[in-house]
């Protein structure tokens, strides 16, 4: 491993993100999906694919599906017309990926910030290989990098380097001040980026969330499906029986005593609440939310949820 090589499971490299490109045949995310992928299920949205183009206006013909009638011109020319669209042949996937000093934390094998960079990079070569545009917005507490989208390698190479150099950076400094308001930046950001027939990929833990981030979220997803990557580390799910334990923030300090099992009761019990709030928002707006844990490689988990059922 050269000199300068972060450790693994810490921070990413180029290289890494770019290998991962021969592991995005493991999921999909086109409006088909397979029968066991999350985006499947009754009670997670199916995504919406690519939008339509009006094209022409002629006679119907059976099998036109009705709702294309065109009545106007039905009573203009006393005969049936109806309206066809073709299918646009790209659409836009917008990544928001989330580097802040939130995201640096991991407990058995990778960190937050780190399993968010491959979910992005896996996403990016996927929908390149679509032959749909891809973009991002990289954000860490300081600074937000955007990536407009575009249907080329280039792009893609942008932007695992943005993703690369920030990850790369939180890991050299992951001490400061954080920016909770970052999320709401991004995506706002994202908003305007991507106004009509698009799908936007959040991937985060989102820390720092409120009424802003809910009110931003359904204005994407009034006209673009909304994808949310939800990032967490088991640590944060249960507090193991591990005796005194010391947690900071960079600037303070909390002791606690896990051995204490009603503490620890109540620390899965929370997590499992606000978890649970957040799923029923976004479920309410149709929006899939995957779960993907700092324990395990992001390629694994997008497979067991968005993948294909093997031969």
């Not at 180029?14 to 009754?42: C, I, K, M, T, W």
């Not at 799923?279 to 992001?298: C, G, K, W």
């Amino acid at each position: 491993m050269p000199a300068d090589s972060p450790p693994a499971g810490v921070a990413v490299t180029l290289d890494e993100l770019v290998r991962l490109r021969f592991r995005r045949r493991s999921f999909s995310l086109l409006p088909r999906q397979p029968v066991r992928s999350l985006l499947a299920g009754r009670r997670a949205s199916r995504l919406r694919g690519r939008g339509l183009n009006f094209d022409e206006i002629r006679r119907y013909q059976p099998g036109d599906d009705v709702r294309h009638i065109d009545w106007k011109a039905t009573v203009r020319t006393r005969q049936t017309q109806t309206r066809v669209y073709t299918e646009e042949r790209e659409r836009s996937v917008l990544l928001v990926v989330d580097q802040r000093r939130s995201m640096f934390f991991g407990s058995v094998r990778h960190m937050k910030s780190v399993v968010a960079a491959q979910a992005a990079a896996l996403a990016a070569w996927r929908v390149l290989a679509q032959q749909d545009r891809v973009g991002a917005i990289v954000f860490n507490d300081e600074r937000l990098d955007e990536i407009r989208p575009q249907r080329r390698q280039a792009a893609v190479m942008r932007l695992l380097r943005a993703v690369v150099d920030q990850n790369q950076s939180l890991a050299a400094r992951p001490d400061g001040p954080a920016n909770p308001g970052k999320l709401n930046e991004s995506l706002r950001r994202c908003r305007r980026l991507l106004p009509h027939d698009g799908l936007a990929c959040i991937i985060s833990d989102g820390a720092g969330h409120d009424a802003e981030t809910n009110r931003v979220v359904t204005e994407i997803a009034r006209h673009n499906d909304v994808l949310f990557a939800f990032t967490f580390d088991p640590l944060e799910a249960e507090l193991p029986a591990a005796g005194r334990l010391a947690f900071g923030d960079g600037g303070r300090q909390l002791d606690v005593n896990s051995d204490d099992a009603k503490l620890r009761e109540q620390f899965a019990r929370r997590f499992a609440e606000e978890r649970a709030v957040g799923r029923r928002f976004l479920l309410a707006r149709e929006t899939p939310v995957l779960q993907l844990s700092a324990a395990e490689d992001a390629a694994p988990q997008l497979a067991r949820q968005l993948g294909r059922r093997r031969r």
